[in-house]
Nanobody, 127 residues
Framework: QVQLVESGGGLVQAGGSLRLSCAVSGRTFSNYIMGWFRQAPGKEREFVGSISRGGDNTAYADSAKGRFTISRDNAKNTVDLQMGSLKPEDTAAYLC????????????????????WGQGTQVTVSS
């Protein structure tokens, strides 16, 4: 079983920055593709970014490109999401997810591709 715990959420003004972190335990972290998603009230879960097992490949939603950066530290079993130029529409609960990967460099963008999820951390961006 894989356990994921997010941290780093909070209230920030528009234009500000925030860094989210996800700590993973239970299995060999470097075997897992990691993803960040977000979900606002009344909306579907939305892909934000994904990073491959070795950190050599990343993918981002169009809304995140140029503003958000996903990174991982396989020695510390953590994956981070650095968010900048935040907008009120970025307000949501942010969740990290893990999926066991086989292919080197592969990433995943669909929520259904991830069997393991954290509880989420709330990000609120004020205008």
């Amino acid at each position: 079983q894989v356990q994921l715990v997010e941290s780093g959420g909070g209230l920030v003004q528009a234009g500000g920055s925030l860094r989210l972190s996800c700590a993973v335990s239970g299995r060999t972290f470097s075997n897992y593709i990691m993803g960040w998603f977000r979900q606002a009230p009344g909306k579907e879960r939305e892909f934000v970014g994904s990073i491959s097992r070795g950190g050599d490949n990343t993918a981002y939603a169009d809304s995140a490109k140029g503003r958000f950066t996903i990174s991982r530290d396989n020695a510390k079993n953590t994956v981070d999401l650095q968010m900048g130029s935040l907008k009120p529409e970025d307000t949501a609960a942010y969740l990290c997810a893990a999926a066991q990967g086989v292919t080197v460099g592969s990433v995943r963008t669909r929520p259904s591709s991830y069997p393991y999820w954290g509880q989420g951390t709330q990000v609120t961006v004020s205008s």
